[in-house]
């Protein structure tokens, strides 16, 4: 059984960097698999932000809105995921999701918060 939890997410202020770290605490995940975040903005829907697959040096693919400020990564265990984020914007501000695709079945973290404001 595989649980996701999520950590790193505070409130900054625009222009600053947090970093988010995933880890699956329950269990190993083997084989191929993609990790990666989604955000959730108060009143909008949950959206990609940025995913990783287990293959090689892993693909990688970011959200338009993103690129060039977070950049994601993940442990060599494989089990873990990160998730730095600099020049951090208000519109950044929401519910960050770990997650995990593996055999077809998605698992999700519990979410943790980060709010841009000044």
């Known amino acids: 059984q595989v649980q996701l939890v999520e950590s790193g997410g505070g409130l900054v202020q625009p222009g600053g960097s947090l970093r988010l770290s995933c880890a699956a605490s329950r269990g190993i995940i083997f084989g191929i698999n993609t990790m990666g975040w989604y955000r959730q903005a108060p009143g909008q829907q949950r959206e990609l932000v940025a995913t990783i697959t287990s293959l090689g040096i892993g693909n990688i693919n970011y959200a338009d809105n993103v690129k060039g400020r977070f950049t994601i990564s993940r442990g060599n265990a494989k089990n873990t995921v990160y998730l730095q984020m600099n020049s951090l914007k208000p519109e950044d501000t929401a519910v960050y999701y770990c997650?995990?695709?593996?055999?077809?079945?998605?698992?999700w973290g519990q979410g943790t918060q980060v709010t841009v404001s000044s």
């Open positions: 997650n995990l695709f593996q055999r077809g079945v998605p698992y």
